[in-house]
């Protein structure tokens, strides 16, 4: 027989008060989130008719993924960071704030502090014996117009799919820089081609999206910060073209725009011109395009927490 007790005055009442909703301490913020939180937590016990073994799993699930610090690899593939972008979007296009490069997930593997480069940088620290890439773009407003100064701050993963500082065998900001555009408002990177990953088989994420029938991989992607004054700070990335995941990103990041093609190229002596060693390399060239910032804050990144080298 179900039973429900949400709705009761003595319940509400005691929730408020485990909230702090009775007390002038603390933040009202948090009150009422918390207060939300968990008065939609003892409705789905209600309506799911949540056994105590599946509460006491679920304690414990949030433990364990705590313990390997998975819960932005959790969140990516629930498809809750997508969201974020989408309500962003819906956001935007009420506000009539349209073009420039589309917006997608950060995920969770940025480090900040990377070393800056003027125009052009070499990302990898020689060690992995992937395709080189010679990565290059602009950075332009909605008019084309070339945006000198921009800071274009990328990151990617090696041939394994792992990434510096999360992956003690990398050295330190390897295959993570900031470049300076130019006058032109030209980026120019060196690096190799990166792989994509799948989440760790013995994860918590993949435990729950094996219960849900889903794999866990991603597509070979390069993630980019593009900041510059006067101007939105773009989170965005791009998939590889090509890559069997391209459109089936268990993060759901890939979004139309956001697809870089890939160019082998065969010649001693353009990868001599780029310089590279051997003959072989890829090309990726990639535009991206800022809009104006016309509200305070628009020019910084979110403040969410993360990695300090």
């Not at 980026?187 to 990953?197: E, L, N």
Request: charge should be negative; aromatic fraction near 10%.
């Amino acid at each position: 027989m179900s039973i429900k007790l949400s709705h009761t005055e003595s319940v509400q009442n005691f929730f408020k008060e485990v909230s702090g909703l009775t007390n002038d301490q603390g933040s009202p913020r948090m009150k009422a989130l918390v207060n939300r939180i968990l008065m939609d937590s003892i409705r789905i016990i209600e309506d799911m008719e949540v056994t105590t073994e599946e509460f006491w799993k679920a304690v414990d699930y949030l433990n364990r993924m705590g313990a390997r610090s998975e819960a932005g690899l959790l969140v990516a593939g629930l498809g809750l960071e997508h969201y974020l972008d989408l309500l962003l979007d819906a956001k935007d296009e009420a506000a009539g704030l349209l073009g420039g490069t589309p917006r997608t997930i950060e995920g969770p593997l940025y480090v900040a502090g990377a070393p800056m480069s003027e125009g052009e940088a070499r990302m990898d620290d020689g060690t992995d014996p992937g395709t080189p890439m010679y990565l290059h773009g602009r950075v332009v407003d909605v008019y084309g117009k070339p945006v000198a100064g921009a800071v274009v701050d990328l990151w990617h993963a090696n041939t394994k799919g792992t990434y510096s500082y999360f992956d003690s065998s990398q050295s330190e900001f390897n295959l993570r820089r900031r470049i300076v555009t130019d006058a032109d408002g030209r980026y120019r990177a060196r690096s190799i081609v990166p792989s994509g990953y799948g989440c760790p088989p013995d994860g918590t994420t993949q435990e729950v999206l094996n219960l849900l029938g889903r794999h866990g991989n991603r597509p070979a992607h390069i993630h980019f910060f593009i900041s510059a004054p006067g101007y939105r700070h773009l989170t965005t990335q791009i998939n590889l073209a090509g890559d069997e995941y391209l459109w089936d990103d268990f993060a759901y990041a890939t979004r139309e725009g956001l697809i870089g093609d890939v160019t082998f190229i065969e010649s001693e002596a353009a990868a001599r011109d780029h310089g590279f060693q051997g003959q072989r390399f890829a090309e990726v060239n990639f535009d991206f395009q800022l809009q104006s910032a016309t509200a305070p804050g628009a020019e910084q990144r979110n403040a969410r927490p993360r990695a300090l080298q």
